[in-house]
């Protein structure tokens, strides 16, 4: 990754270390880029979520783009996953999502989004880059009949909840659900789905001041879902991050369903149905144990990837499978969008439950999450630290004598000097002992700072 860009954008705290002179540079360069490479005046979307710093970066990215003779047409508040969905079935040329997902409302971040509704390219986010560094040539500014214009570009929106309303194969009729939007981009959307699908919703966290999204609540914060699926005896409860590109859902007993086991229930339910493509789910590596486990016993198959929605896409586009993800909620249903959708999994979510006739609970009965542990240490150097053959040694130890109850994972932190220490085993203190014995070996080998 750059020194701006990560896996999932360009992300900071607003105004610190992504400012509004970052978001109008990246508008410049895009403006010029899009325009000079298809020799035309280059069509973009810009999407954003509801931190009060979104309004600010959405106008400094306008200006740019327009300054640089692009036209740009805008979403305003609305979903990630819907700006990828617009920008590839209304031909624009890319696309720019103005969320940091999940973090706290004074962090922000710039998304970027190629034609076919995919993340950017890492070669023109190399050029975006060097752009913003001052290692490219300045842009010229636009002219005359050559400047840009904005447009106001709700329409899109709304064809985007059309589409998500035509998926659902039944009505939600009789069906009481919980929403939880984080405050966030959701706030209106999922709603407006769920009504008219003819569910009877519960919404929680719909109501965004600029400073309260994923404020104790969505996808990081079920706690307040789970008390409302509770108290209002509701058949299950969907909440959302901050742009809505992941879900994690509550059964009707309050008991948490996260993105395994959501993996599971419907691959399973897609694999009954001859849907699901080579037979395989696509995973990180920080999926749980017990997953792999209950996959193995449906006789599905599984590839794991390095952690990020990123890593995941890229294998499925490559090897045509049909749905991935990861723990945290971002799943991936590759026939109908091309990036992780919160609203779309969950109407992919009550499909299974609507036909199958079963609660959430019995659907993902057969998973059974396996106690974890994760520890970080922070380290001189992260290859030094992973490659010692001491380390080497411990960490194999443990993976043998865990044997097929449990595993171990070692990895690197990809934004900070951390060795990350995972273990998963029939027991806490088994995960505990295990972990702690390797963070041992590390610190005598004189790799801890």
Not at 92 to 98: K, Q, R
Not at 344 to 363: C, D, G, Q, Y
Request: aromatic share 8%; glycine share 10%.
């Amino acid at each position: 990754m750059g020194r701006y860009f990560g896996t999932d954008g360009f992300r900071g705290e607003a105004n610190v270390n992504l400012t509004v002179e970052h978001a109008y540079r990246v508008g410049r360069f895009l403006g010029w880029y899009y325009g000079k490479r298809l020799n035309k005046k280059a069509r973009v979307l810009i999407g954003k979520d509801t931190r009060r710093s979104s309004y600010m970066l959405e106008d400094a990215l306008s200006c740019g783009l327009t300054a640089s003779g692009a036209d740009v047409c805008l979403l305003h508040v609305t979903t990630t996953p819907s700006v990828a969905y617009v920008t590839r079935t209304e031909d624009f040329d890319c696309g720019v999502m103005i969320s940091a997902s999940h973090n706290p409302y004074y962090d922000n971040g710039i998304k970027l989004i190629n034609e076919r509704g995919e993340k950017m390219e890492q070669e023109t986010i190399d050029q975006v880059e060097a752009y913003l560094d001052g290692e490219h040539e300045e842009v010229p500014y636009a002219v005359r009949d050559e400047l840009g214009s904005t447009y106001d570009y709700a329409a899109g929106r709304n064809r985007y909840v059309g589409y998500l309303i035509s998926l659902a194969t039944r009505s939600y009729r009789g069906m009481r659900v919980g929403l939880d939007c984080a405050n966030g981009s959701s706030w209106m959307i999922a709603k407006n789905v769920f009504n008219a699908l003819g569910a009877k919703t519960y919404v929680i966290h719909d109501e965004p001041d600029g400073l309260n999204i994923n404020l104790d609540c969505g996808s990081t914060h079920v706690e307040s879902l789970r008390e409302l699926v509770l108290s209002e005896h509701l058949d299950i409860g969907f909440a959302f991050d901050g742009d809505a590109d992941r879900c994690i859902a509550v059964d009707e007993n309050g008991n948490v369903v996260d993105g395994d086991l959501i993996m599971y229930l419907c691959a399973a339910y897609m694999r009954e149905h001859g849907q699901l493509a080579n037979n395989t789910v696509v995973t990180t590596v920080m999926s749980n144990f017990g997953l792999y486990k209950a996959l193995d016993a449906a006789g599905i198959d599984y590839e794991k990837t390095a952690v990020g929605d990123k890593y995941v896409y890229e294998d499925m586009l490559a090897n045509g499978h049909r749905i991935g993800g990861e723990q945290s909620g971002h799943i991936i249903f590759s026939q109908y969008a091309t990036t992780g959708d919160g609203i779309l999994t969950a109407i992919k979510v009550m499909e299974a439950v609507l036909e199958k006739k079963m609660p959430l609970s019995e659907l993902v009965a057969p998973v059974r999450i396996y106690p974890q542990v994760l520890k970080n240490i922070r380290v001189r150097s992260k290859p030094e630290a992973q490659n010692d053959p001491v380390v080497q040694e411990a960490v194999q130890a443990v993976a043998e004598t865990l044997g097929d109850t449990g595993r171990i994972l070692v990895r690197e932190s990809g934004t900070e000097p951390l060795i990350r220490v995972m273990v998963e085993a029939e027991t806490l203190e088994e995960c505990e002992t295990h972990v702690e014995s390797v963070l041992k070996v590390i610190r005598a080998q004189g790799h801890a700072v």
